[in-house]
Each structure stands twice: as C-alpha cells, then as structure tokens.
C-alpha cells in the first residue's frame, strides 16, 4: 500500500531549480552523487535577539541592491515527527554589512512557495538562526523520499539583498523514539531498532534482494541508489505512526517503511509491492497515475514473486457483477473496504490485461509518457491509440 501523495511535480518547477550548482557545506542538492537520504541536519540555536513575529515579505517596487561580502557558512533543515512532520530550517552566515531582515522561501515537494521573514532586534553581522516552517508536512502527502527545497534572503541595514543558493534536503523516516542500526545490502538499506535484528537480518534483507531482479527487470532499469527500509519490530509500534491503519506498508522514491511480517514469503509479498512503488515513481517522475493504476501494478508485481488474493477477489467480484467503475478507484481513501479492495484487484486485472495484451516495452512506453507529465488516459492514448475509458471496455469485455 502506498499513503497517497499529492504530486504535482511540475506546479513550482519555474519557481525553483533543483541543481547540483545549489550545493554548499551543511546542505545538498536532491541529486547530489554520494549522498544519503539518511542524512542527519543538526539544528542551530534561535539566537535571542531574533524578534519571534513572522511576517510576509513585501516584494520590492525597484530591484535592490545587491549586498557584498557575504558568506553563507552553512545552511541546513532538520525534520522531526514520523514522516517528517515538521521542519526546522538553520542559517550561519557573515556579511560586512549588519543584517537587517532574514526572509526564508521554501516549499515541499509539491507544495506552492512559502515566505518567512523575520526582523532582528538589532542588526548583526554575525549570523546563526534557525525558523521553524509554520507548515504541517503532513497535509501535503507522504513525504518519505520527497524533498523541500528552500533559500534565504538577507537584506543589511543600507537595503541592500543577498540572496544564497537553492538548497535540497531529501525528507527521511527517524522516529527518535527509537535506536535505529543498519544492514547493508547490494540494493537495499534495511534500518531496525530493539529486538529486531534477526527479522531484518533474515527475513528482510534476502527477502528485498530476492525481488529487486523480477521487479526492476519489468521497469528496464535498475534503480539509481539504495533503498532505505525502515521495519518495524511490532505491528502496535507501526500502527502508532502510520498515517492507514490498515496498510502493511508505505514507499516513496527510495524510501520504504514496513511493518513486520511473520515469514519470508510474506517479506517478498510486502517488498515487491513496495518495491514497485519505489521504481514506478522514479520512472514516471513521480506522476503515477490513479490510485487503481499504481496499486495495481505493485499487486501484479507481488503476483508474480507471492501468492495473493487478488485474482480471486477481482473473478469473484466480476462473477457477482460488483465491479465498479475505475473512476470511483482514484483514490484508497474511501471509508468503504470493499471499495478499497477493488482499488487493488481490479487495479490488478487492468494491469495484467494491459501486460498480456499489449507486452511490456508498450507498457514501459506508458510509463516514460506519464514521465512527460501526461495524464494516464493522454499517455494511454498516445501508446495504446485508445483512452482509459476504452481500455477499461475492452478489458471487461476480456472478462466475460
């Protein structure tokens, strides 16, 4: 299962760029080579004199002068909360000129821009602040994996502005409640605390291996960097943070969270599903379609290294003639189980059909066309010559 996400990749991409030219030292660009999305900001104290009012930052009638000399030293943001609930943002910088005015722009990953500004007390050359964003990570979907991309503005007591680069932090999952150690795979980094060793050593990791092959090979690429999995050692510890109660598991990008499982064929069943959602979203750049579309390619893709039940809840459904339409599939939300559970068999059937029908290199071809930002019914027509609306015909007809 995947938490859904609000995922407009493009909305802020005029706003702000995500390159490798925006690194400095204490923070990193999304794609910078050599980094971790376990990486750990350490935050700085507020300084006193900092006045405590937030306030938005009036846009200029004439272009301001640009400050000289300053440094910034190091700029960073560190995330607290389970799925990176809130963030506090930290500054260290020198100007020659004492520094009036600090305004920080961030956003999250799909969010608009938010502006932050603060007035010092008194001007100061020396700098070493830090903001906490006024903005709950939470409302904008699930954050594992994603990044908040952020820059500060400093404006000294003559009115002139400098203005640092674009920093990147990837969001990642550290419930601090809990000791976290790691094993490190081929492919995989499989996060544990307390008593959970043995299940991440021997069920975890050869599990997650086991499926990274017939998973990826679907896709025609492997992924670019390590998956972390965080598993938890009781199913009441991951049901105290988990955002679905029901869910045996959450992935985004390169990041997953389990709950723990009883046996290895249960381990490939939860991974491969996950697993499925870690790469489709890295292929499609994020724009995965509707909820019957992603969950039903981690169901058919956990189809084929365990066995599920989706088969059986999609004939049995389509025997009593409750199928329902895929447009009341577009999201897992839905108070109704039944609903749900149709998000993920018919889901299923679809992707299958689209498999056997259509093979895999047209198949891979929706997907780089949905990584163009296309809606899935353009991409489908584009690849397939028919729409969702068309396909979902043909397939129940398929059914009968």
């Not at 961030?106 to 070493?128: A, G, H, N, R």
């Not at 954050?143 to 503005?153: H, I």
């Not at 969270?257 to 890295?282: D, G, M, Q």
């Not at 058919?300 to 599939?329: H, I, Q, W």
Request: aromatic share 12%; glycine share 6%; proline share 4%.
């Amino acid at each position: 299962m995947m938490v859904r996400g609000f995922w407009r990749a493009l909305i802020v991409g005029a706003v702000f760029c995500l390159t490798a030219a925006c690194a400095s030292e204490g923070a990193r660009p999304l794609d910078a080579p050599g980094t971790s999305a376990t990486t750990t900001a350490q935050v700085a104290p507020i300084t006193p004199s900092i006045s405590a009012t937030t306030t938005a930052q009036a846009a200029p009638n004439a272009p301001p002068a640009v400050a000289r000399n300053v440094k910034f030293n190091e700029a960073g943001v560190a995330f607290s909360g389970f799925m990176d609930k809130t963030a506090t943002f930290y500054l260290r910088a020198t100007s020659d000129m004492p520094v009036q005015s600090v305004t920080l722009n961030y956003y999250y990953f799909s969010s608009v821009p938010y502006t932050q500004t603060i007035t010092l007390d008194s001007p100061q050359k020396e700098l070493d602040i830090s903001i906490s964003g006024d903005n709950d990570l939470y409302v904008f979907g699930d954050g594992l994996g994603r990044a908040v991309v952020y820059r500060w503005t400093l404006t000294d007591t003559s009115g002139a502005v400098s203005v640092s680069p674009r920093y990147a932090e990837v969001f990642k999952v550290r419930n601090s409640e809990y000791d976290w150690r790691v094993i490190v795979t081929d492919h995989f980094h499989v996060y544990y605390y307390g008593g959970g060793e043995r299940l991440a050593r021997d069920t975890i990791a050869p599990a997650a291996e086991d499926v990274y092959v017939p998973v990826t090979s679907d896709f025609g690429a492997a992924l670019s960097q390590q998956v972390n999995i965080h598993v938890y050692a009781t199913r009441a510890d991951y049901l105290g943070d988990a955002a679905v109660k029901w869910s045996g598991g959450t992935a985004t990008a390169f990041e997953m969270v389990l709950s723990p499982v009883s046996s290895l064929s249960s381990a490939k069943a939860v991974i491969a599903h996950e697993l499925t959602h870690n790469v489709h979203n890295v292929v499609a750049r994020s724009n995965k379609g509707p909820s019957w579309f992603l969950e039903g390619l981690a169901a058919y893709e956990e189809s084929k290294v365990a066995s599920t039940s989706y088969a059986n809840e999609l004939a049995n459904s389509a025997r009593r003639g409750a199928l329902l339409p895929l447009a009341r599939l577009e999201s897992t939300t839905s108070q109704d189980a039944f609903v749900n559970s149709m998000v993920y068999a018919e889901g299923y059937g679809v992707i299958k059909y689209l498999f056997a029908q259509f093979g895999k290199e047209k198949f891979l071809s929706l997907l780089e066309e949905m990584g163009k930002a296309k809606s899935l019914d353009m991409a489908m027509r584009d690849v397939y010559g028919k729409g969702v609306a068309e396909i979902e015909s043909d397939w129940r007809a398929s059914l009968k």
